[in-house]
């Protein structure tokens, strides 16, 4: 009996030793865990606009969605083109390309990527409330071969088709989920529509979609089953806008923040001089510019009535020759600004030659004045000036500045500057006078702002961001040859001619390719892009 009950006791000890161990190390890989869990909380002044990747083509938005949903080409650390949701891809005739789809990638929820949910995504794309679809159409009919391969038919040829595949934001979405939540179509952004794929996301990407709390917060937990390869070590992120200059960087200097992507530039020499923090410097592909009203009869924000300024070159030229860059450069942009007459936002890489990126010439104040007063405006007049306030580095102080220098030849600018939430949707649908615009990204070839933003507007998604809206057949004409032209020294030789005609008609006012800096925790590295884009995979902490 004593020897029973001892075998007993001995046996109920040795479990509770064991659940004992058990337990300590359970306790010891969570502790592990989250030991070795790093948690990004980054921020700057603007929010995201829209979780649906196609609704809005802003670089900033792309960015953050781009952590979420994949394309089937993508850029590397060097910005090289390479494969992503397809792992290959070839031409096999002048307006056939062929992509290779990559086997066992997993939706957000499990279920598996085809060729189905990539037909479906380029045609979302060409859809009538898309923002990509003049990429989307530009890459033609899709078609499923089978599972794991599709092929694109082009009206025309594509010469830069892959380059469009992999930075024109073709975001690949599930078919499946876009039909269940009533989203087979993008959002209607411009007239503020509210669809199920505004506030949630169901993608491939290295990040899944957690919470949404706009002008907030946003947060991103890492994808477990991410078919890719993490080159950081970041398992959390938590996004939140701070809108005050001065407060994003206190965020950063009292470590509540890890990264901010875009300190203001008034800051930079004494970010620099704190140790426990990093400054990242680099030109961006981004060109900064005014664009004008040239459509309308009568402006809709301008005390000129009847008849529209903007539509005499005289009136362009006098406020071109009027617009102080280096001024620009050297009061509001500290330096950080490279100015350029060449509206294209990397010109050089674009095959620009240098000899071209000369600006017209500053003039007198006098000679502006004549200038204006050949065209009818003796007296000048008044205009309102549409600017962000929270998108490009100093927007609204450019647009500030721009009305001081401008008002000494008799044009009375008034700043209207608004969050870039409110800003978008109004330029979108064309309710401006006079504007400020930033244009940039991963791909440096003309097209990408030719087709977009220089050419004239029409179904097919041209001139999307041409809010100007001025037409010129000849203009459109050159681009259009240039697109499908695929002889590349003639398509070169069209290139340039349209630069030479974009400039000696003063379509728009360029101003400066834009300097990005990023700061973050002296502990925190990143990987600075030309395209100003962080990707947070790559985050080591």
């Given at each position: 009996m004593f020897i029973s009950s001892f075998g007993n006791i001995f046996r109920r000890s040795r479990t509770l030793f064991v659940a004992g161990t058990i337990a300590l190390a359970l306790s010891s890989v969570a502790f592990s865990a989250a030991v070795n869990a790093k948690t990004l909380r980054w921020s700057s002044a603007g929010d995201i606009a829209t979780h649906d990747p196609h609704a809005q083509n802003e670089s900033f938005n792309n960015q953050f969605n781009g952590q979420i949903y994949e394309q089937l080409l993508a850029r590397d650390k060097t910005m090289k083109l390479?494969?992503?949701?397809?792992?290959?891809?070839?031409?096999?005739?002048?307006?056939?390309?062929?992509?290779?789809?990559?086997?066992?990638?997993?939706?957000?929820?499990?279920?598996?990527?085809?060729?189905?949910d990539v037909?479906?995504?380029?045609?979302?794309?060409?859809?009538?409330?898309?923002?990509?679809?003049?990429?989307?159409?530009?890459?033609?009919?899709?078609?499923?071969?089978?599972?794991?391969?599709?092929?694109?038919?082009?009206?025309?040829?594509?010469?830069?088709?892959?380059?469009?595949?992999?930075?024109?934001?073709?975001?690949?979405?599930?078919?499946?989920?876009?039909?269940?939540?009533?989203?087979?179509?993008?959002q209607d952004f411009k007239n503020k529509e509210e669809t199920f794929a505004v506030r949630n996301a169901m993608g491939t990407g290295p990040f899944i979609?957690?919470?949404?709390?706009?002008?907030?917060?946003?947060?991103?937990?890492?994808?477990?089953?991410?078919?890719?390869?993490?080159?950081?070590?970041?398992?959390?992120?938590?996004?939140?806008?701070?809108?005050?200059?001065?407060?994003?960087?206190?965020?950063?200097?009292?470590?509540?923040?890890?990264f901010i992507l875009d300190p203001p530039v008034q800051d930079m020499e004494k970010l620099k001089g704190d140790k426990s923090l990093k400054v990242y410097e680099g030109r961006e592909n981004r060109i900064i510019f005014i664009g004008m009203d040239q459509a309308r009869d009568e402006l809709l924000y301008s005390d000129v009535k009847g008849k529209n300024p903007f539509k005499d070159k005289r009136v362009r030229m006098a406020l071109y020759q009027s617009t102080d860059v280096e001024a620009i450069k050297r009061s509001v942009m500290r330096g950080l600004s490279v100015p350029t007459a060449i509206n294209l936002p990397a010109p050089k890489a674009a095959g620009i030659p240098d000899s071209m990126d000369k600006r017209h010439p500053m003039i007198s104040v006098d000679a502006a004045k004549k200038m204006l007063a050949d065209a009818g405006y003796p007296n000048g007049f008044t205009v309102t000036l549409d600017c962000p306030n929270d998108r490009y580095i100093n927007d609204e102080r450019i647009c500030v500045a721009l009305a001081g220098m401008w008002s000494k030849i008799g044009v009375n600018v008034k700043v209207a500057a608004i969050p870039k939430a409110n800003y978008f949707p109004k330029m979108q649908k064309l309710d401006t006078s006079m504007y400020l615009l930033g244009w940039g990204g991963a791909t440096t070839d003309a097209m990408f702002t030719f087709k977009p933003v220089l050419h004239s507007r029409n179904d097919n998604g041209a001139g999307e961001f041409?809010?100007?809206?001025?037409?010129?057949?000849?203009?459109?004409?050159?681009?259009?040859?240039?697109?499908?032209?695929?002889?590349?020294?003639?398509?070169?030789?069209?290139?340039?001619?349209?630069?030479?005609m974009h400039h000696d008609e003063v379509l728009h006012i360029p101003l400066h390719l834009q300097v990005t800096p990023w700061a973050s925790q002296a502990g925190v590295t990143v990987t600075h892009r030309p395209d100003n884009w962080l990707e947070v995979a790559w985050v080591k902490m």
């Open positions: 390479i494969g992503n949701l397809a792992t290959d891809w070839k031409q096999t005739s002048p307006t056939t390309w062929v992509f290779n789809l990559r086997k066992g990638v997993k939706w957000h929820d499990g279920s598996n990527f085809t060729a189905d037909v479906f995504s380029i045609l979302r794309t060409q859809a009538d409330t898309s923002n990509m679809k003049v990429y989307g159409n530009a890459l033609g009919k899709p078609k499923k071969i089978d599972d794991f391969t599709v092929e694109l038919t082009t009206p025309i040829p594509n010469p830069v088709l892959p380059d469009m595949v992999g930075s024109g934001n073709i975001y690949i979405m599930s078919k499946a989920w876009c039909e269940k939540n009533k989203v087979e179509k993008p979609l957690v919470s949404r709390e706009p002008d907030v917060k946003t947060v991103l937990k890492k994808n477990p089953n991410w078919w890719g390869k993490f080159d950081g070590n970041v398992t959390d992120v938590i996004y939140q806008p701070i809108k005050s200059n001065s407060t994003r960087v206190a965020a950063l200097l009292s470590k509540e923040v890890d041409n809010w100007g809206n001025y037409k010129i057949a000849a203009f459109d004409e050159l681009i259009e040859n240039a697109e499908g032209e695929t002889d590349m020294k003639k398509r070169q030789d069209m290139i340039i001619k349209t630069v030479q």
